[in-house]
């Protein structure tokens, strides 16, 4: 690690108050650019402690960044990991207040909920299909706290990943004989395709997001309980929304599920 302790809480601190303020900042390693991926993950884990002490609840995990050209693009060998809240949640249906972001974007996502635990090293995608017990339809919400969303990997990463807001479906469903590989997934915006895509765009399978949340873990001591939401990543694009939007995306055998930006 290149920072201390006392630098680590406060970039934590500028963070959080970039998000709870809405003011963007430029990134974090503008000021600190000798700052590693053990410097962007202490500072995340700061975060989560500062909005924990704030009686926000931690309601799972997601990953980032599954998408292989997206890792191509930014030069790295696996995506990385956050948090998402309950705060954070929005109802199947539900709206979300554009006030409360700076620059938010929604991305279609396949969740999952672990039905034993799973850990590293050595985690593989034979070991998430015994341990999970539902999929689920998902959206997430992303809004980099960070100035036209300009961040390097370890500034998103102490940003917990630009997560600001979720929703899964109503009912999930058992992953034996379904093929998450290949569904389709389409996503439209005020009526109008806006992507496209199928799960096999999150590392091949979303199950295998999943088996690798496992082994990055372990490398910091820590496991996949039992019970654990789990966002596998995003399967299209990040699309923009304002004000009087609604997004809806179709999951093939899945479901559908909407959003309102109001």
Known sequence: MALDREIIEKLAIRLDAAQTGRA??????????????????????????IQSARGVEIAGLKMGFTSRAKMAQMGVKEPINGFITRQGRVPQGGSLHRAKFINPRIEAEIAVVTSAELKGPGC?????????????????????????????????????????????????????????????????????????????????????????????????????PAGTLILTGGITAAIMVDTGDRVAIDFQGLGTIGINIH
């Open 124 to 224: 593989h995608i034979g070991d998430v299909f015994r341990s999970v017990a539902h999929v689920f339809p998902a959206l997430e919400v992303i809004d980099s706290r960070y100035r036209d969303f300009a961040f390097d990997l370890p500034s998103v990463i102490a940003d917990n990943t630009s997560a600001a807001g979720w929703m899964i479906g109503d009912d999930g469903a058992s992953p034996i004989g379904r093929d998450l590989k290949n569904i389709g997934v389409v996503m439209r915006k005020n009526g109008q395709v806006v992507a496209t895509a199928s799960g096999a765009a999150v590392l091949g399978h979303p199950l295998n997001s999943v088996a690798m949340l496992a082994n990055m873990l372990a490398r910091r001591g820590l496991t996949i």
């Open 24 to 49: 963007p900042i430029g990134k974090i390693t503008d000021d600190h650019p000798l700052m590693d991926w053990a410097d962007a993950y202490a500072i995340q884990d700061s975060l989560k402690t």
